[in-house]
């Protein structure tokens, strides 16, 4: 009896022990779905980290178990992607923000989630403004909310597998970075104007690349699309050591609706370089080119701003810090932008009961608030970066000051605090008369997400020239911008051709096309006879 007891015990440890071994098995990340699976189709529902189970317990907890609450949300956050969305917005906000802290976010949830608590957040903080609390009873909210980044190293599949994701999102503001476009087919980046929420787009190519190179063929085919190319697009940078982009098509860049920045660089032999065209065509489109200074940042916020207001050459250092904090919150505030509107109304209530016209609307072409203001001129208040960055560079020389700011590419936080710079000019009537800020700036309306598609085998010797070559750098003129704002849903009409008085047979500057040539030693055409020359030989 005793001896079937001990074998009953002993089959059933071993079976304990082999189910035992299986579950922690199962606990084990799945590595077949974690950077492969990342790089391919499905890189928005996954990411680096996001399927693994959390890591076993001992046999007895100190604080006792965890609620069936924690473990009903540590389930979810494993199949999230299997959880229809409409169940994730119908969670309390407590229960969604206890799932943002336990997710590894990818795009898809990230998206979600976001929407879900900015959305009830700008509804609590519109019922504090309207009962007018105090400033304790602000409301604030993680800075992950507003923005996310994501880098795909040497992605294999083609362009529309990472954009596809991108253009299901909603109300939100793309920067997206391709660090070699000779990956990548003609047709795929033609299909980049038809991006809705795309404001930033970045394009590298690489010396050694043997297909063919960024050229006239790149904006000809955008603008072969009409109006609907890059309806919403900011800024425009293209970083090339032997692109043929010429002044002939540099016109069809500068029609873009929105577009405020274009950045290109002016490898020898460029068309674009030394060249008194260029400037003329901008001039034309009611652009001018800038002078770049310091970091990127700064450089596109002196060209935005054209002399509205002093720029620090050192501001963007406290908000480099802001941006990769993640612990900081971000308090949701009134907009007084939206009092300017209040008024206007009042002015044409009062104009109709007057029998008068309807006032001018307002003009914010020319706003900044008090944040960005102080930021640009004096720094982030309360950072000492903005000083010790700015003695550093007093004391190196022209040519380590030179490295330090020649940047190539641009970084996720300028992009960003470009874009809410931009903002301060954009508001809709319909809008609500909420604002974020983080430390008194501003922050865009829209939510920022930011891809990049990186190359791995850049090397540095790669990135020293990209540094050394010529840059140019065009931006909306200010009397242009103050013309057409209210405007901005119908093109700007294109300026008529303007005939160049001929300066002698001094040969251009630029390379000679085909549409140059000039026939010599034609024949003067045959005058042609009138009724009056023919009746005298009649008579």
Sequence with gaps: MDSSKDFITATEAARRKRVSRQSLAARQPLASLSAPYQRGGGWSRARAGANRFPPARSGKGTNGPRSLVAMCLRKLADNFDAAPESSIRCFPEKLQLALWKELTMSLHAWDTLSSCLLSASISRASRAITENKTQQDTVTGPVGIYRYCEEIIDPPRELSVYTAPLRALEGCLVYLCIDNVARFETYELFALATLPQLAVLELAEDWESTANGIGDWLPRGWSELGDGAFTGLRVLKIT?????????????????????????????????????????????????????????????????????????????????????????????????????????????????????????KPDLSTYLDDGWQTLLQNGLPGSATTDTQASKDEDMSDDQVFWTNNQVFLTDDQAFWFLALLDQKEYKKDRVPIQAQMAGVTLAEGRFVSLRLHNSSRTAEQRRRHRTVGRILFSRSREEANANAGSKSSPR??????????????????????????????????????????LPSFS
């Design 240 to 360: 090339s050591e032997r692109h043929t982009v010429s002044e002939r098509w540099l016109q069809k860049v500068l029609e873009f609706p929105r577009l405020e920045i274009f950045d290109i660089t002016t490898p020898w032999p460029s068309r674009l370089r030394h060249n008194p065209r260029v400037s003329r065509i901008a001039a034309d489109c009611g652009w001018k080119v800038a002078v770049s200074r310091g970091s990127l940042f700064v450089s596109y916020a002196e060209a935005y701003l054209d002399g509205r207001t002093a720029v620090h050459p050192s501001c963007d250092k406290g908000l480099t810090w802001l941006f990769d904090n993640g612990r900081r919150q971000v308090a949701l505030v009134d907009d007084p932008r939206a009092r300017i509107y209040e008024r206007y109304n009042d002015e044409v209530e009062a104009n109709k009961q007057a029998g008068l016209g309807p006032p001018n």
């Design 493 to 534: 009409p294109r300026p008529p051709k303007k005939t160049e008085p001929h300066l002698g047979p001094a040969a251009p500057s630029w390379a000679p096309r085909r549409d140059d040539r000039r026939e010599t030693n034609l024949k003067p055409r045959k005058k042609q006879k009138t009724v009056g020359d023919l």
